[in-house]
């Protein structure tokens, strides 16, 4: 009896955790969603969706998720293959590639600005080069295309690694005999990487484009520190409707709405990237 009751024991914590600041605060921001004076209402969500910021927020998190998570996807690759290849000096140069993840977005983000404002390190360089006479204006409110670029740069350098490791710890738990075995039938670099990796790496795959996924749908804090206003996205319109327009109903509209974008693509990368128990090492 004690045999059986011993998982159960040992999840109690986790599930714990996860009903005190998982599941209450979901079912609470879920109620001020759809309530108004104690009565069921959709109306914050008609305002949430009338709004002429929404579309152009939703649109543009929908497009920096599009570019940053497949780019960050096939630089995590390169720079996985690069890592598991290397002999001497591989642990260093992994750290060195992770050193962002311990940097937060916004000083990321500022990093970034410091790098495309007027006085920043690009306008330094293009300026020394004789490529410019003046100073350009890389992040004004009428060069939206250019903040889009800085942030997706700022997101590549920063949470690529992310990635990164899931793949070098996915790539680890591929055999060795696997890669000897195809190199005699002939097999070079690139088929061995088609056929052998990516098809076994599938697991580490799927989890990394969820939880990059996930987090890209939540960007604030480097659009915020780059684009400010200038580029709407769901978070930062969520702590708009939150702390400035002190409209906490519409703020958790905004929230159950990226909550329903990322568990659909999660579920489009569960049904898609899914592995076949032959498949399975």
């Not at 914590?13 to 759809?34: N, R």
């Not at 204006?137 to 920063?158: C, H, M, N, P, S």
Request: neutral net charge; proline residues 4%.
């Amino acid at each position: 009896m004690e045999q059986r009751s011993l998982p159960y024991l040992l999840l109690l914590p986790a599930t714990l955790f996860l009903c005190v600041f998982f599941i209450y605060p979901f079912l609470l921001v879920a109620w001020q969603a759809v309530s108004q004076d104690g009565s069921f209402t959709l109306e914050h969500f008609r305002t949430m969706a009338d709004h002429w910021k929404f579309s152009t927020a939703f649109w543009n998190t929908i497009l920096l998720a599009m570019a940053v998570v497949p780019l960050q996807l096939a630089l995590a690759l390169l720079m996985a293959t690069l890592v598991t290849r290397m002999g001497a000096g591989r642990d260093v140069i992994l750290y060195i590639w992770t050193i962002p993840l311990g940097i937060s977005d916004l000083a990321a983000g500022i990093i970034w600005l410091a790098i495309f404002e007027q006085t920043g390190f690009l306008n330094s360089i293009l300026s020394s080069l004789g490529l410019i006479d003046q100073p350009t204006t890389w992040l004004g409110y009428q060069d939206k295309a250019t903040i889009f670029i800085a942030v997706v740069l700022a997101e590549l350098w920063r949470a690529t690694a992310i990635v990164l490791v899931i793949l070098v710890a996915g790539m680890g738990l591929i055999p060795k005999e696997y890669y000897e075995a195809a190199e005699v039938f002939g097999a070079g670099p690139w088929k061995r990487f088609v056929r052998i990796t990516l098809p076994l790496l599938r697991p580490s795959i799927q989890t990394a484009l969820i939880l990059r996924t996930i987090l890209a749908f939540e960007v604030f804090a480097v659009v915020a520190a780059l684009g400010g206003t200038n580029l709407p996205v769901l978070m930062g319109e969520t702590y708009v409707w939150q702390f400035d327009l002190q409209d906490r109903h519409v703020a958790a509209a905004y929230a159950l709405v990226i909550l329903a974008i990322s568990i659909a693509f999660t579920l489009v990368f569960l049904r898609t990237l899914r592995v076949p128990k032959e498949a399975r090492i």
